[in-house]
């Protein structure tokens, strides 16, 4: 990690694209160093130097115990932050998706972050500050048909952040949950639906990153305990894969 500077470490899951690497380039424009986890980063074509990835597959949880252990022995500098973004989405009536699917979306959207938040929690109590951040989803908050196991994951993320904010709080951690409705990201790329063209029907990366610039740059003594995030319209498009 190339930081002999007093800056500041993000740590984000699923920074190789869409949300993930949008918080990337608003954290180190804020002058954070960031350190980004995903499967593969030569999509997202960047290089800075308070910038550093590691190419982890966080839905091999056999593997990603010792992953972590490794990734927490390199880390040099305070962590200001944990943001636990990865996520992906199998959509489809539930007997059309494979028990394969179902594992998939639960080991990456849900047990892959409990077990990196697990990892984190020692360093950032000892610290006796930090913030963590799931991206949850506005289908945390409502179930919707062909998103019955993405929902599933959404929900129980959002209640392990529930839980985790109310055993954090004496520490100095805080926990804060993201719900966004559609972003426009390239999320959408295996489905077969997206948000409509016209920019009011998708929230931005961007937006999602201003708002975490928000959480991160408060009074430690205020938790944004979540926020909901939606485009001001919501008008989908079915395509063909
Ligand atoms: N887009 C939306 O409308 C929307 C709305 C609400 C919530 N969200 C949530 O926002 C988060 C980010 O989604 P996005 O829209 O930015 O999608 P995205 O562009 O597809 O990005 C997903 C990120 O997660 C990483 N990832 C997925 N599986 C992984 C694994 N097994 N190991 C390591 N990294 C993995 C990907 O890295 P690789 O490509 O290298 O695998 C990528 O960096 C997700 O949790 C998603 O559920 C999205």
Not at 73 to 84: F, G, R, S, T, Y
């Amino acid at each position: 990690m190339n930081n002999p500077s007093s800056k500041k470490l993000v740590v984000v899951t699923g920074a190789s694209s869409g949300i993930g690497l949008a918080l990337v380039k608003a954290l180190l424009a804020e002058g954070y160093a960031v350190l980004g986890v995903a499967n593969n980063f030569e999509k997202a074509g960047l290089s800075h130097p308070d910038f550093s990835f590691r190419s982890i597959n966080l839905a091999d949880l056999d593997t990603l115990p010792d992953a972590m252990s490794r990734l927490l022995a390199e880390i040099d500098m305070p962590v200001k932050a944990l943001i636990n973004n990865a996520g992906i989405g199998r959509m489809g009536f539930l007997e059309q998706l494979s028990v394969k699917d179902i594992r998939l979306v639960l080991d990456t959207n849900l047990t892959s972050q409990i077990i990196v938040t697990k990892a984190f929690l020692p360093l950032l109590k000892k610290q006796g500050e930090g913030d963590i951040l799931f991206m949850g989803s506005e289908a945390a908050l409502k179930g919707a048909r062909q998103g019955s196991i993405y929902c599933a994951s959404k929900f129980a993320v959002r209640g392990f952040s529930q839980a985790l904010r109310d055993e954090c709080g004496k520490s100095g951690v805080r926990v804060t949950l993201i719900n966004p409705g559609a972003v426009r990201t390239p999320f959408f790329e295996k489905l077969q639906f997206e948000p409509d063209l016209a920019p009011e029907n998708a929230i931005e990366p961007e937006d999602i990153a201003s708002a975490v610039s928000m959480v991160l740059a408060s009074r430690s003594g205020t938790v944004f305990d979540e926020i909901s995030l939606s485009p001001r319209n919501q008008v989908w498009k079915k395509k063909s894969l």
